[in-house]
């Protein structure tokens, strides 16, 4: 075990031993990560099946909370779903509100600095509620909670590559189908012409122009106001479809044409029902990857609009 040293300490030991300070730093990050490794995979973490089927059997049921974000919520639920078939016992989701945001100079969030509020509980509820693995989903008060899904937080997760659908599965253990759907809704049939388009201010391509989607009919964007303005450069005459809650938007995407989008949580609800998608995969932290079928993503201009025009000229989804 390495003993931690006062700041004073430490700044005595770089200015008077910069090999002693270089190999106490090399020490403690290492103590660090182990620390954090046992936290993750200690006798007491429910990390494997067989501990989660021994606690869910003695309790009848699983208790299991998450902080957000709303798009990790959602690629959570691959692994929730897998989880019930395994455990055969209701599955209890509760969410974490106020957990801190960090975010880079410049950049911006709809939430602001916090991952969850109320609000997006209450678009939530609706989607997540409709799927028959959940049995309970309510905030975070004082339930006795079996498995912390932020675990993947501590520190041993790479969340800024691979897939974020993963995270969930790495900490508990379980592997999720992820070649399949694990949103199931009823279709809004009435965007069966549409293209659907989503894309945030964070998680962008550099370079890509959306401009060229002017030559297409029935573009349809989802997102709030501030994305809306900023597309509309490019697209003017796109309309905006504002929703009450995210059963509504989970509706339209499973039932639009094709659904276009970046690394934000509309396109997590496209991959969850695996419909016709493209995704502008981000440079700096590609951590989102379509699995499955119907799934497309790409990161230069042409790439793209040959996507767009192969899926724009393949037969309607409903006839």
Not at 37 to 54: E, S, W
Not at 268 to 291: G, H, M, Q, T, Y
Not at 301 to 311: K, P, R, T
């Amino acid at each position: 075990m390495v003993k931690k040293r006062s700041f004073i300490s430490t700044y005595w030991l770089k200015y008077t031993d910069r090999a002693g300070y270089k190999n106490y730093k090399w020490e403690l990050h290492n103590y660090k990560n182990a620390e954090s490794a046992n936290f993750l995979i200690g006798d007491k973490r429910l990390n494997n099946p067989t501990k989660i089927r021994a606690i869910a059997s003695a309790n009848h049921q699983l208790n299991l909370n998450h902080s957000g974000n709303a798009g990790d919520i959602i690629y959570a639920l691959p692994t929730i779903k897998k989880l019930a078939e395994i455990v055969k016992v209701p599955i209890n989701l509760y969410l974490r509100l106020g957990q801190p945001l960090l975010l880079s100079d410049g950049v911006t969030h709809p939430l602001g600095n916090v991952r969850l509020n109320d609000k997006m509980v209450t678009m939530l509820a609706p989607l997540i509620r409709s799927q028959p693995y959940i049995s309970q989903f309510e905030i975070l008060t004082d339930q006795k909670i079996d498995i912390d899904l932020d675990y993947f937080r501590a520190g041993h997760v790479p969340m800024d590559r691979c897939n974020i659908a993963h995270w969930c599965s790495y900490v508990t253990g379980i592997n999720p189908e992820l070649w399949k759907n694990w949103l199931d809704v009823e279709p809004d049939i009435s965007f069966a012409d549409d293209i659907i388009i989503a894309r945030s201010e964070r998680y962008r391509s550099r370079g890509v122009d959306y401009k060229f989607l002017r030559n297409y009919s029935n573009l349809k964007f989802i997102g709030v106001e501030s994305e809306y303005n900023d597309i509309k450069k490019q697209i003017p005459d796109i309309e905006w479809v504002q929703v009450n809650d995210f059963l509504q938007l989970a509706r339209m995407i499973a039932g639009c044409k094709f659904f276009i989008g970046n690394q934000s949580f509309p396109f997590s609800i496209a991959e969850a029902l695996k419909v016709p998608r493209i995704l502008e995969a981000c440079f700096d932290v590609i951590n989102v990857v379509p699995e499955g079928e119907n799934g497309y993503d790409f990161l230069f201009q042409d790439h793209f609009e040959s996507l767009v025009q192969e899926l724009y000229n393949k037969t309607k989804r409903y006839e």
